[in-house]
């Protein structure tokens, strides 16, 4: 009699985004690590979340900072954090397996001891040995030297959690690079902290800005379900950027051997706020829908090996101040069977912000193979166009009226 297959027990995971994780260290600490100013920013994202995957991470960079002693270097701190499983395998089990790997291969490019390189080279990053910690349930640090500077990078697993912390960079006066003992000190400590909040029960995931206007049933009512996302990403720099992405793919119904399709594409939103100037929103806006009419004229941009055509642009009244939709598609030349890649892409005027709307995929069509009257999953332009300038609407009267 043949043995029952063993059952993968789930690990529930707590919710996390790019926000939660800035959070963990302490506004103090952080600037004595990587200052605020006019040549730094900050990073935050959040990965598209699942029952059983969650992933997020933050970063800081200040390119031009005092870093002690009158001396004025770059520095950075990124961390991320990710815990997931699959069908053989729960996020813990899995966890375990990827840190063990990781490892080995950490081990494994070290190519310099006791401050000698010892793989005859002289040029390339140079990673020095790999030294255990005692952070979370299992953890090392390896420090490097490449182009970016000087770095110490930290991996951490606390039970389904993989944590990574890299913090750094080199110096424009004084010695060339910080020491290994400070950078290590400091990935060590930003870590500890990361593994200790990862740790705790997860506090309510609760999306703010804009990425937060617009609802899974907006999205579902324009398109169809379902709907996963959205995956967040900011830049908070003098330019401040923050990017929403979302998967939709429509479910289909089907018996097990029975073969379907179906239709689904990638959302995407992104807002930029230019700040004002003679090179501000309003200017960025002419200069995109300028680009757009300039590639339809010339017939497309590209060369033999990738080429996109762009069907004439479509001023939208009614929307912001200003907005135009342009529809493309991409494709090889050289390989005519694959068909192209087509998108929508909606572009809005609205105060000192652009704002950009997207979709790439199909829209039309899918379902099961074998009935009557099934069709391929296809792209319409006139549908999407519509699809996106519905949600586009909601979008640009959401963040008015939340101020976000």
């Given at each position: 009699?043949?043995?029952?297959?063993?059952?993968v027990?789930?690990?529930?995971?707590?919710?996390?985004?790019?926000d939660q994780?800035?959070?963990?260290?302490?506004?103090?600490?952080?600037?004595?690590?990587?200052?605020?100013?006019?040549?730094?920013?900050k990073?935050a994202?959040?990965?598209?979340?699942?029952?059983?995957?969650?992933?997020?991470?933050?970063?800081?960079?200040?390119?031009?900072?005092?870093?002690?002693?009158?001396?004025?270097?770059?520095?950075?701190?990124?961390?991320?954090?990710?815990?997931g499983?699959?069908?053989?395998?729960?996020?813990?089990?899995?966890?375990?397996?990827?840190?063990?790997?990781?490892?080995?291969?950490?081990e494994?490019?070290v190519?310099?001891r006791d401050?000698?390189?010892?793989?005859?080279?002289?040029?390339?990053?140079?990673?020095?040995?790999?030294?255990?910690?005692?952070?979370?349930?299992?953890?090392?640090?390896?420090s490097?030297?490449?182009?970016?500077?000087?770095?110490?990078?930290?991996?951490?697993?606390k039970?389904?959690?993989?944590i990574?912390?890299?913090?750094?960079?080199?110096?424009r006066?004084?010695?060339?690079?910080?020491?290994?003992?400070?950078?290590?000190?400091?990935?060590?400590?930003?870590?500890?902290?990361?593994?200790?909040?990862?740790?705790?029960?997860?506090?309510?995931?609760?999306?703010?800005?804009?990425c937060?206007?617009?609802?899974?049933?907006?999205?579902?009512?324009?398109?169809?379900?379902?709907?996963?996302?959205?995956?967040?990403?900011?830049?908070?720099?003098?330019?401040?950027?923050?990017?929403?992405?979302w998967?939709?793919?429509?479910?289909?119904e089907?018996?097990?051997g029975?073969?379907?399709?179906?239709?689904?594409?990638?959302?995407?939103?992104?807002?930029?706020?230019?700040?004002?100037?003679g090179?501000?929103?309003?200017?960025?806006?002419?200069?995109?829908?300028?680009?757009?009419?300039?590639?339809?004229a010339?017939?497309?941009?590209?060369?033999?090996?990738?080429?996109?055509?762009?069907?004439?642009?479509q001023?939208?009244?009614?929307?912001g101040?200003?907005?135009?939709?342009?529809v493309?598609?991409?494709?090889?030349p050289?390989?005519p069977?694959?068909?192209?890649?087509?998108?929508?892409?909606?572009?809005?005027?609205?105060?000192?912000?652009?704002?950009?709307?997207?979709?790439?995929?199909?829209?039309t069509?899918?379902?099961?193979?074998?009935?009557?009257?099934?069709?391929?999953?296809?792209?319409?332009?006139?549908?999407?166009?519509?699809?996106?300038?519905?949600?586009?609407?909601?979008?640009?009267s959401?963040?008015?009226?939340?101020?976000?």
């Amino acid at each position: 009699m043949p043995s029952a297959t063993a059952t993968v027990v789930a690990v529930e995971l707590r919710g996390l985004t790019g926000d939660q994780l800035c959070e963990v260290v302490p506004d103090a600490y952080r600037k004595t690590l990587v200052a605020d100013g006019k040549y730094g920013g900050k990073d935050a994202s959040t990965g598209v979340a699942t029952e059983v995957e969650k992933r997020a991470a933050c970063s800081w960079h200040n390119s031009r900072m005092e870093v002690g002693g009158g001396v004025l270097g770059h520095r950075s701190l990124k961390i991320s954090a990710r815990a997931g499983g699959s069908g053989s395998r729960n996020a813990l089990d899995r966890a375990k397996e990827e840190f063990g790997r990781g490892r080995t291969s950490h081990e494994r490019r070290v190519n310099v001891r006791d401050g000698v390189r010892v793989d005859g080279r002289t040029s390339g990053s140079s990673f020095g040995p790999v030294k255990k910690l005692d952070l979370g349930d299992a953890s090392y640090s390896q420090s490097s030297i490449g182009h970016s500077g000087l770095f110490a990078t930290v991996y951490v697993r606390k039970g389904p959690w993989l944590i990574e912390v890299a913090y750094g960079g080199d110096n424009r006066t004084g010695a060339r690079y910080p020491t290994g003992d400070s950078v290590r000190e400091a990935a060590g400590k930003v870590a500890g902290l990361v593994a200790a909040e990862l740790a705790k029960d997860a506090a309510d995931v609760k999306l703010s800005g804009p990425c937060a206007v617009l609802t899974g049933s907006d999205i579902e009512a324009a398109f169809f379900p379902a709907v996963q996302g959205p995956s967040v990403g900011g830049d908070s720099g003098r330019i401040r950027q923050t990017s929403c992405t979302w998967k939709i793919s429509e479910p289909v119904e089907h018996e097990p051997g029975r073969r379907f399709t179906a239709r689904g594409g990638t959302l995407g939103v992104r807002v930029v706020d230019w700040g004002k100037g003679g090179s501000g929103a309003a200017f960025q806006f002419d200069r995109a829908a300028a680009k757009f009419a300039r590639y339809h004229a010339k017939g497309g941009i590209g060369d033999a090996r990738l080429r996109t055509d762009y069907e004439a642009r479509q001023n939208l009244p009614g929307l912001g101040e200003k907005a135009f939709a342009v529809v493309s598609a991409t494709y090889r030349p050289g390989r005519p069977e694959e068909g192209p890649v087509r998108e929508v892409l909606v572009q809005v005027l609205v105060g000192e912000r652009t704002i950009e709307f997207s979709y790439r995929g199909t829209n039309t069509g899918g379902g099961l193979v074998d009935e009557a009257g099934y069709q391929a999953p296809a792209f319409d332009a006139s549908g999407a166009r519509a699809s996106v300038v519905r949600l586009a609407k909601i979008f640009v009267s959401g963040i008015a009226s939340s101020g976000s």
